[in-house]
């Protein structure tokens, strides 16, 4: 589990990490990103794996409402590979924005790829017919030569809940997944 963002103390939180120790082993400390810490509001959370002898690290994070442009905060992403050359960077999380987004350009001529496409990702307040979900801010951004993804998706937990206002009380937002092997 992180230490507390450095963002304001209502944007302030904590990130955490679960895994299995059969299928990967953690790799030193987990760290949050201290670079850009002054801008972006909570900053990303780090941490790296090893599966059978080869490592990647995940990259956390939660970005600023749409209503505050969080394309502020995630064009920074762009300048994250540099700082860790030596890592393969997975970039998971809210951002927020769609990946059609422009800020995300960059990242994509690295040779980053977004795991989901044109897939939304937060609820509705109420489901309109079969129609529940609202807008495409989650997602992952993985490195297409790093990495051969095997499947991913959402998981439409919701639909386990007697009313949408129900599932909302848990999260806005569905979980992703995706299972994947290291080239």
Excluded at 39 to 48: G, L, M
Excluded at 113 to 124: G, H, V, Y
Aim: contains cysteine; charged residues 25%; glycine residues 4%.
């Amino acid at each position: 589990m992180s230490e507390p963002t450095f963002g304001d103390s209502y944007k302030q939180e904590r990130y955490a990490f679960l895994w299995k120790t059969s299928k990967v082993k953690k790799m030193g400390d987990a760290w949050l990103e201290q670079t850009y810490k002054s801008e972006i509001d909570r900053e990303p959370f780090y941490v790296t794996f090893n599966k059978d002898g080869k490592e990647f690290t995940l990259v956390n994070f939660h970005a600023i409402t749409k209503s505050k442009q969080p394309e502020t905060e995630v064009k920074y992403f762009k300048l994250l590979p540099a700082l860790y050359p030596k890592l393969t960077l997975i970039f998971c999380g809210d951002f927020n924005l769609p990946q059609s987004h422009t800020v995300f350009n960059p990242l994509k001529s690295m040779g980053y790829s977004p795991l989901l496409i044109n897939q939304k990702t937060t609820l509705k307040k109420e489901c309109k017919g079969d129609e529940c979900l609202a807008s495409e801010f989650d997602n992952v951004f993985y490195p297409k030569s790093k990495l051969t993804i095997q499947q991913s998706g959402i998981l439409h937990f919701y639909k386990s809940f007697a009313t949408l206002k129900e599932a909302n009380s848990i999260s806005d937002h569905v979980p992703i997944f995706f299972q994947f092997s290291l080239n």
